[in-house]
């Protein structure tokens, strides 16, 4: 079902990268709001004041370009100078010859350049009106940014950091993100998406019930997502440029939903009705802005950041990508009668990551391991080992990503439901689980015969030592014949 859709979700990334690089000469400069407090971005306004905007993906994406213009530039601006204070301060990686392939210590802190490029899209948002909205939905006046969100990213920098500076242990790093997953939890960022759910099989819940496991659901997607972008942070510009494609994805189903909404308000001149079923057009522009501020940054960090790189995210970046990932992909959950259909595809968006997250457990589970101890055995090592060079292994599952932004973008297309969506995402972790069990089944038995092979090499060396030490003692003995003549006797007889 979904590979004709294939070309027109490519279509749809290439339009989104492209077409924002045409002049701007035209088009008039973002004004500012009248009023907003520190949880508001700005007040709505409405179409017929807007004349050059158009309600179309690209439109919308343009009319936010400012978000995306400050995150680069600011993560451009500031990620020599974090390389800089990194050197100065020993804050470096440096090379195992085991599962990192750098060659010599390289600066770490690039995570923090890509949290203040972030945070100046998100700045710039502050100043802006957001999109045009149909006159009629006059008693939406602001559009709510989550300070949930920014409150966490804050708490996963300062674990990141601790980490790469002085090697925190796994716990505390879990412990962090659990604190910035209950912190969502505070603002319904998450809860909305078990209660979607629910209403989707027809389900009546508890709302205390539908509190807890939506705050479960929070936790395992922060834990989750920190760690899958984290595992995936091991070649040059791997991590950001995986991630970086992903919020493509991410920006053009944003960019569906806000038009969706659009229309359904316009064609039934009935604002709070959408409401009713499950929408919040008020969250639109935030997904949009999260969506470009992270593009913005990490384009930004990806030019010291490729291979060679002069400079590492660490964990302070893997865990905020893997954090600001998980918070949007929660916001979709407020989209009017197909929240949990854009969850799901924006997870399938965000595939990559999960996949080889996936695959590590399982296999580290076959192997009897810890989930969260290190090997060599993620796709990007086993690419390597395959004889491609770094570059040729990052841009391999670059397109194997935009592989899977396009999968879940197509799901988002008319006509395609809930179910079909939930029949992608079995298939894939199906096949995920499959693929993972038939590799570690595989790698433990290649290395129980290594083991075998080692242990008779082992045998077979200490018998040929054995062998030769009782050969040479055999030499060195001397035979009765060799002793002499007798010593005689002045008597002529024997002594």
Not at 2 to 27: F, G, H, K, R, W
Not at 83 to 108: F, M, Q, T
Not at 137 to 155: D, E, K, M, Q, R
Not at 164 to 176: M, N
């Amino acid at each position: 079902m979904t590979a004709p859709l294939l070309p027109y979700s490519l279509a749809l990334i290439a339009q989104s990268l492209i077409e924002p690089v045409v002049a701007v000469a035209d088009l008039s400069p973002i004004s500012a709001s009248s009023s907003f407090s520190s949880s508001f971005i700005a007040q709505t306004t409405h179409a017929d004041a807007h004349p050059e905007f158009s309600m179309s993906l690209f439109g919308i994406i343009w009319y936010y370009r400012w978000v995306f213009v400050a995150a680069l530039a600011f993560s451009l601006l500031s990620t020599p100078i974090l390389r800089s204070l990194a050197i100065s301060n020993n804050i470096v990686d440096r090379p195992d010859e085991v599962r990192k392939h750098h060659r010599k210590p390289i600066a770490y802190l690039g995570g923090v350049a890509i949290f203040f490029g972030w945070l100046a899209g998100i700045a710039v948002s502050l100043s802006m009106t957001p999109h045009p909205t149909p006159e009629h939905i006059s008693p939406i006046t602001h559009v709510a940014f989550p300070t949930a969100i920014l409150i966490g990213a804050i708490i996963i920098v300062i674990v990141g950091l601790l980490d790469d500076i002085y090697a925190i242990s796994p716990r505390v790093k879990v412990g962090g993100q659990m604190l910035a997953a209950a912190w969502l939890a505070t603002q319904d960022v998450g809860q909305k998406l078990a209660f979607e759910f629910f209403r989707a099989g027809g389900i009546d819940t508890d709302p205390t019930f539908t509190y807890i496991l939506g705050a479960a659901i929070i936790a395992i997607f922060v834990i989750g997502g920190c760690n899958a972008v984290n595992l995936l942070d091991g070649l040059d510009g791997l991590a950001a440029g995986v991630t970086a494609i992903a919020c493509v994805g991410f920006l053009i189903l944003a960019g569906l939903v806000a038009i969706q909404h659009y229309d359904f308000i316009s064609q039934t001149n009935i604002s709070h009705h959408i409401y009713a079923i499950g929408g919040d057009p008020v969250s639109d522009p935030v997904r949009i802005v999260m969506g470009l501020a992270l593009i913005g940054a990490l384009l930004g960090f990806l030019v010291y950041n490729f291979n060679p790189a002069s400079i590492f995210m660490g964990d302070t970046g893997s865990l905020l990508l893997g954090f600001l990932a998980i918070s949007t992909i929660l916001l979709f959950a407020h989209t009017a009668e197909s929240g949990p259909r854009f969850v799901v595809a924006s997870l399938v968006v965000f595939g990559l990551p999960i996949t080889d997250t996936l695959l590590a457990i399982i296999r580290r589970t076959i192997h009897g391991h810890g989930i969260l101890s290190p090997d060599n055995q993620h796709l990007h090592h086993k690419l390597i080992r395959m004889g491609l060079s770094v570059k040729q292994a990052v841009i391999t599952l670059y397109i194997a990503g935009i592989g899977f932004a396009a999968l879940g973008c197509s799901l988002s297309l008319p006509g395609v439901r809930l179910r079909h969506a939930m029949i992608v995402l079995g298939i894939w972790l199906f096949a995920t689980f499959c693929l993972g069990v038939i590799m570690g089944i595989r790698r433990k038995r290649a290395l129980a015969s290594s083991h075998q092979a080692k242990l008779a090499q082992t045998q077979a060396n200490l018998a040929k030592a054995a062998k030769t030490a009782q050969a040479s003692a055999s030499a060195n003995a001397l035979p009765p014949s060799s002793v002499g003549p007798d010593i005689l006797s002045p008597t002529g007889k024997s002594a």
